[in-house]
């Protein structure tokens, strides 16, 4: 077990550095004309692919960091960039890590370079489970996957999907025995150019404008058994056990979701900084009343709560990181607190820088705008704030809170 340290090794303050002089130089340039474009930036993406930072390579380098601090550390500086480009490049990410986390060796050979491809000729991935009647409840989800011999058929429609209907690869969520409720979901992996997979509405968002998201329709999508995540004997498996009563673990989106709460809320944290750290500035630099607006002390208490706010996030992801890589159980939903904490976190400080800047901070010129409606989505997708709630008061209590 690796030791949990505050104090980043030489490699994590290198890796740092390195990515935060990528988010500085390349990201944060252009977050403010791919938002107002509204469209995935392909010409960051692609210069991000040539630094190495978009590539399966990268990511199972962080992956491997015995002390799980990588992760968050590249999460937190890519998001203090921009967080609309940092998803665009992060967002391949949740169908990667239900992949690795829940795939077959050949199916992690196969798929997960293939989510990124290389530069010059990049891909995407999605991982596909929200539908119109299935948001925090994810067991009533309706798309369904039926066996044909050796192939499988999915047919039902997602909603607010990442990367949907424009990724290379999809990863879906289906019920494939609807008696059995969420004990019998399976993900599929579905190949690029599969007939009958096609990208409804693109939605028009508050914030995270350059992250594309769109729903996506299955209509008779045709896979192989080779493309049940896991495979069809290890899903004939779990379905018996869950047939005859027995325990069955977890739901396969619900751990996909578990090991990837300290990421997105490392992202959180990012967006937060800026805001921190421009608000900072200014309230150091403006003048009113003939003096800087942070002699006041309700300006300067703020400021010192907002950044104390990060730091206590910081320290929930750092946490829940290294017990994910040292596989140490959230016995207290600890992957939840640190989701929780960030997002809340996140929304309070950039409410508050837009405070700081005044009329300054609630028109287009300046980033804060921009941030504040980035932040949002952090108390909302990956589980709800209220659903990080629910999962730590039931681990809390051993109850089933409703
Ligand atoms: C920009 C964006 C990107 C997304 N990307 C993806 C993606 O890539 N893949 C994917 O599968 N999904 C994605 N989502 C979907 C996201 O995960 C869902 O929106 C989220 O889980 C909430 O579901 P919902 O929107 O249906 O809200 P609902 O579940 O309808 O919730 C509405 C409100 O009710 C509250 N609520 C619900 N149940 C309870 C309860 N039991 N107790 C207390 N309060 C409750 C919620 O907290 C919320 O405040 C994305 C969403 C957005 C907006």
Not at 350 to 361: C, D, F, K, S
């Given at each position: 077990m690796a030791e949990f340290s505050l104090s980043l090794n030489d490699d994590q303050v290198t890796l740092r550095d390195w990515v935060h002089e990528f988010a500085e130089k390349v990201i944060r340039p252009a977050g403010e004309e791919w938002d107002e474009r509204e469209e995935t930036p392909w010409p960051i993406l692609e210069e991000a692919a040539k630094a190495g930072i978009y590539s399966w390579e990268f990511l199972a380098q962080l992956a491997a960091d015995p002390t799980g601090l990588s992760m968050p550390i590249v999460n937190e500086e890519l998001f203090w960039g921009d967080a609309g480009i940092g998803l665009s490049i992060m967002g391949t990410g949740l169908a990667v890590s239900a992949i690795s986390g829940q795939g077959t060796p050949e199916q992690i050979m196969t798929w997960v370079p293939e989510c990124y491809g290389t530069p010059g000729d990049l891909r995407l991935g999605a991982f596909c489970v929200t539908e119109p009647n299935a948001g925090s409840d994810v067991s009533s989800l309706r798309t369904h996957a039926t066996r044909d011999g050796d192939d499988w058929i999915i047919n039902g429609t997602k909603v607010f999907i990442t990367n949907g209907g424009i990724a290379n690869v999809h990863v879906v969520v289906a019920s494939v025995d609807s008696t059995l409720g969420a004990r019998g979901h399976s993900s599929f992996i579905v190949a690029p150019g599969t007939p009958g997979l096609s990208m409804g509405k693109k939605e028009r968002k508050h914030g995270i404008r350059a992250s594309h998201t769109a729903e996506v329709v299955f209509d008779d999508v045709r896979v192989p058994s080779s493309c049940v995540m896991g495979g069809v004997e290890r899903l004939d498996e779990r379905l018996a056990r869950a047939r005859s009563g027995q325990r069955t673990g977890k739901q396969a989106a619900m751990s996909t979701f578990e090991a990837t709460r300290p990421v997105v809320a490392a992202q959180a944290i990012g967006i937060a900084r800026a805001a921190f750290e421009f608000a900072l500035d200014y309230a150091k630099d403006r003048q009113q009343f003939k003096?800087?607006?942070?002699?006041?002390?309700?300006?300067?208490?703020?400021?010192?709560?907002?950044?104390?706010?990060?730091?206590?996030?910081?320290?929930?992801?750092?946490?829940?990181?290294?017990?994910?890589?040292?596989?140490?159980?959230f016995t207290a939903a600890e992957g939840s607190m640190s989701k929780l904490k960030a997002g809340e976190t996140a929304v309070r400080v950039?409410?508050?820088?837009?405070?700081?800047?005044?009329?300054?901070?609630y028109i287009r010129d300046f980033p804060v705008e921009r941030w504040v409606r980035d932040a949002k989505i952090y108390t909302i997708f990956e589980g709800t704030s209220e659903i990080q709630r629910l999962v730590i008061a039931r681990a809390l209590s051993g109850l089933h809170v409703e």
């Open positions: 003096k800087a607006i942070i002699e006041n002390q309700s300006i300067a208490f703020t400021l010192a709560d907002m950044r104390t706010d990060i730091d206590a996030a910081r320290l929930l992801v750092w946490r829940a990181a290294w017990m994910a890589a040292n596989q140490v159980p950039t409410e508050r820088a837009v405070q700081i800047l005044g009329g300054y901070g």
